[in-house]
């Protein structure tokens, strides 16, 4: 059937004036809402409000304006079914063949530091939903559609078929529908699971972006899921594998945490060494000096855009992935001569592109946390003698590093760069050991660094130890039954200390 009668009500409203425009000047009878048929009558587009279709008046400020039988009913009759056709002229339910909805902005609103639970419960959208649903379910007559992307796509579909949609259309426009009401649902029970106190059951939907080669393991099935291409764009290289994916997040999470040009070399999710500086090819010397033999087949991120001076010293060791915000034309110019390697472009911050959940798979079902995104650092010194300014800037770039590497974890830097990283260690006396003889084996001396613990020092022989290495300061948690131990151990040695009383096991 030709698309006669169309009801749009939106709250993006990207796109949707030349869109009504072009079904108007089809003969199609626009109905709308409040906003956005305001602003269609502003582009002299003729529209008819959903209260002179309803012939019932917008109340409760707005909250009940599409909840009707005649919207629904419109919507919902089966088309050719003599019962149907039969109830709906009795009822005068005149049919609504082409359905234009977008949500309240309820994902955008609770984002926001400051929102407030009111203000987000203002922001559930339920008129929209409902007549989604409604037009998605009768696919087989009405045209549902949820996002702009597709105004072109539907117009392009009537002009081919003399003013109708195919069927095929509506079937895929009516599935992307049901995808977006629940994908709304859950970021409304997810927000509210969070903000009041009920036991309430986890669940997870989330649209196919690629199925992978394979897994952490060639014998293992993998495929990725979720907005990942939303973040990333893939500019050269081979298709990325399933462990890539995890060092890219890792890489990302960890580049989010600095504002100062920084480059930051990953290995297996863990940081390899990690650098700062205006000049990016000396904030790389900083990062590649601390290790140079675990970046081999690495990951490389830079929070500034690659130009050719990194490109070129990159270039010279074998990485698997560069990221970046951008690649100037003659870093890229170097980097695809290599043609398996992967170059990414950070599409928005690394803030942005940080999970709002940690989901980890356990024995009968999943862990889902908050993600460790605490950067507020608490300086309650607890030493005699307080960090000097370049201390205490030397601690602070180690705590930003530690948090980011596996339990158990030391980290020795400077107040720019990593000098000594030990990850993954049962004991945190050997994290520390390792870190020196990492230090030790790139030939950097530890005389004068901070050192950074992901938790307390048990005993006073882990501070003991960075002491004779050469540091002069620690941060770390606190907490241990044995705090007074280790802050006697540091006093006699002349460190300064700073308990954050925050703790970042990554296991």
Known sequence: MKIARALISVSDKTGIASFARAL?????????????????????????????????????????????????????????NPKHEAEARECGFEPIDLVVVNLYPFEATIIKPDVTLSEAIENIDIGGPSMI???????????????????????????????????????????????????????????????????????????????????ENPHQTAALYGDFDKYFEKLHGKEL?????????????????????????????????VGSDVDLRKAWDKAFATDKQAPFGGIIISNRPADEPLAKAI???????????????????????????????????????????????????????????????PQNVVTKRRPTKTELNAMLFGWRIVKHVKSNAIVYAKADRTLGIGAGQMSRVDASRIAVWKAEAAGLSLKGSAVASDAFFPFPDGLIAAADAGATCAIQPGGSVRDEEVIAAANERNMAMIFTGIRHFRH
């Open 24 to 80: 108007e000047r089809q003969g199609i009878d626009v109905i709308s809402t409040g906003g956005t048929a305001e602003l269609l009558r502003k582009e002299k587009i003729p529209v008819r409000e959903i209260s002179s279709f309803t012939a019932f008046p917008e109340v409760l400020e707005g909250r009940v304006k599409t909840l009707h039988p005649r919207v629904h009913g419109g919507l919902l009759y089966k088309r050719g």
């Open 133 to 215: 649903r409604s037009a998605a379910k009768n696919y087989e007559s009405v045209t549902v559609v949820v996002d702009p992307a597709d105004y072109d796509v539907v117009l392009e579909n009537m002009r081919d078929n003399n003013g109708e949609t195919t069927l095929k259309l509506r079937e895929r426009l009516a599935i992307k529908a049901f995808i977006k009401t629940s994908a709304y649902d859950r970021a409304i029970g997810s927000f509210l699971n969070t903000k009041q106190a009920t036991d309430a059951s986890f669940s997870l939907s989330l649209p196919l972006v690629a199925r992978l080669r394979y897994g």
């Open 241 to 273: 594998s399933f462990n890539n994916i995890l060092d890219i997040s890792a890489a990302t999470n960890l580049i989010g945490e600095f504002e100062q040009p920084t480059v930051a070399i990953l290995k297996h999710t863990n940081p390899c060494g």
């Open 315 to 377: 270039s010279e060791i074998f990485s698997e992935v560069i990221i970046a915000p951008d690649f100037d034309a003659e870093a890229r110019s170097i980097l695809q001569k290599k043609k398996n390697l992967r170059l990414i472009q950070l599409i928005t911050s690394a803030v942005e592109a940080r999970s709002t959940i940690d989901v980890r798979s356990v024995c009968g079902g999943v862990l889902v946390q908050d993600p460790d995104t605490a950067n507020q650092v």
